[in-house]
């Protein structure tokens, strides 16, 4: 087996599948649409090529745009301040074997693998105005004049979308997390309490150096996935009202299958695509990977 694993055309051997995999289905669309974007077409026809104009177009004649594209840094903010923290909590507070503590952590992670379409209709029916569980809470607790259609005025609706979000995804943050504190060697917290440490000071001398790493990773998820959010907005609002909850992936799917503006479409994806690498490359910086030993 060492021989095998030393030889380097043995190697190659065995990664050239998963490459091939990868060359077809990620780097020949990747470079296709770099391509695409380059040129005015509707697929139907050979199109013509304008070079970098979808580009400019985007960002100096589109205030659609503009503002799908201000949505999705607020929407990626927002799922940041509400993801982060509150897994950190609820991983931390179950991290300390609290009674029935498996129970909660199926009840916290049961919205991710629900489908994103029956989560958007669920909450659609919770916000309506009419007969929304939202306002007939708010109404039960006294604050019934804060009651209102909160997927139709536009300076709600996309707080509203974040708030279905977090309920849907902190679960899942949550799990990462709380695995990543497992592996913490239960002796650290020991001496730390013979010590005299408190649990907000172990919390923030161990806990929190030890899986800075995996912070890192769950923080590129969080972030990729605010960007490519499609399945939420398409069931719950479109994109309205008067695009205020308008998302990059939502605005690239009506300029290419409702309007057949493929190239203008794929300029939008490569926008996508290089804010999911930046967040890559910021997330690196802010959580430096460093070595742990315990």
């Known amino acids: 087996m060492n021989k095998v694993m030393g030889n380097k ?15 077809c289905f990620l780097l020949v669309p990747i470079i296709y649409n770099i391509v695409i974007s380059m040129y005015s077409t509707n697929l139907m026809s050979p199109g013509t090529f304008v070079g970098f104009r979808n580009y400019v177009n ?19 903010i927002g799922s940041l301040i509400a993801h982060m923290p509150l897994a950190l909590l609820f991983a931390n507070i179950l991290f300390n074997k609290i009674k029935g503590g498996s129970f909660f952590q199926t009840v916290f ?7 994103g379409v029956a989560i958007g209709l669920m909450w659609t029916f919770m916000y309506n105005s009419q007969f929304g569980l939202v306002n007939k809470l708010l109404s039960l607790i006294g604050l019934g004049r804060f009651s209102q259609d909160w997927l139709a005025n536009p300076n709600t609706a996309i707080f ?19 695995a990543a504190m497992k ?4 002796s650290l917290y020991e001496a730390a309490a013979i010590d005299g440490a408190s649990k907000w000071r172990q ?50 799917y009506y300029q290419g299958f409702r309007t057949l503006k493929y190239g203008y479409s794929a300029a939008i994806g490569m926008i ?12 690196n910086m802010v959580f430096k990977s460093e070595d742990v030993q315990y």
């Open 160 to 178: 509203a979308i974040i708030v279905v979000v977090m309920w849907q995804y902190v679960g899942y943050h949550m799990i990462i997390q709380l």
């Open 203 to 252: 919390f923030c001398s161990i806990t929190l150096p030890l899986i800075k790493n995996v912070l890192r990773i769950d923080a590129v998820l969080i972030i990729t996935g605010s960007l490519k959010y499609y399945d939420l907005i398409a069931v719950m609002t479109g994109g309205g009202p008067n695009h205020a909850t308008e998302l990059l992936s939502t605005y690239m």
């Open 109 to 115: 992670f049961l919205p991710c693998v629900i489908c």
């Open 58 to 76: 985007l960002f100096t004649q589109d205030s659609t745009f503009v503002q799908a594209l201000g949505n999705n840094v607020l929407m990626v």
């Open 9 to 23: 055309k043995y190697i190659a051997l065995f990664v050239l599948p998963a490459f091939l995999i990868y060359l």
């Open 272 to 283: 996508l695509l290089i804010l999911c690498v930046l967040s890559l490359v910021l997330s």
């Open 183 to 186: 592996n913490i060697p239960r």
